[in-house]
């Protein structure tokens, strides 16, 4: 009985632990995405390869992982809330409506995801303003200096 009480717990952490792990893997490129999408004036002109490689060069290989930390702030209870909701949702939709096969997991997903990004968005919000900053042009000194500027304007 002692292992279930903490079940909801390692859920939460397992799900963390996995979404850091897969978003640091992918943050290089998620830091491309950005710079490409919103058009910074300085890699604008350049294709997604190009501007891997003009990163390192202009801000050093951590440029690459530029606003990886928010994510990580963002990542951690994203995924245990999502990974965690998903089992709750699902007991909750067996239980209550009936359901139970792949409509009843698409549906428990759906729910979960929704309310993780819920939960979730204003640290992703910031985790892409200080993922655009390019190296001495800083808006934003860090997380929190990023939330008051944005609080406050």
């Not at 490129?29 to 350049?46: P, S």
């Not at 994510?71 to 999502?82: H, T, V």
């Not at 759906?110 to 990004?117: E, L, P």
Request: net charge positive; aromatic share 12%.
């Amino acid at each position: 009985a002692a292992r279930r009480d903490f079940y909801w717990l390692r859920s939460f952490i397992a799900g963390g632990v996995a979404g850091c792990c897969a978003k640091t893997t992918t943050a290089p490129l998620d830091r491309v995405k950005i710079l490409l999408q919103a058009h910074n004036h300085h890699y604008k002109h350049l294709g997604v390869f190009s501007t891997l490689c003009a990163v390192p060069k202009k801000e050093g290989y951590l440029g690459l992982y530029k606003g990886n930390g928010a994510m990580m702030i963002r990542i951690f209870p994203y995924g245990a809330i999502q990974f965690m909701a998903f089992d709750q949702y699902k007991k909750v939709i067996k239980k209550q409506l009936g359901i139970s096969g792949h409509v009843h997991r698409l549906m428990a997903g759906s729910m979960a995801g929704i309310t993780a990004v819920i939960c979730t968005y204003p640290l992703d919000m910031v985790r892409v303003r200080l993922a655009f900053q390019v190296k001495g042009e800083h808006k934003y000194m860090g997380i929190i200096h990023a939330f008051k500027m944005i609080y406050t304007k």
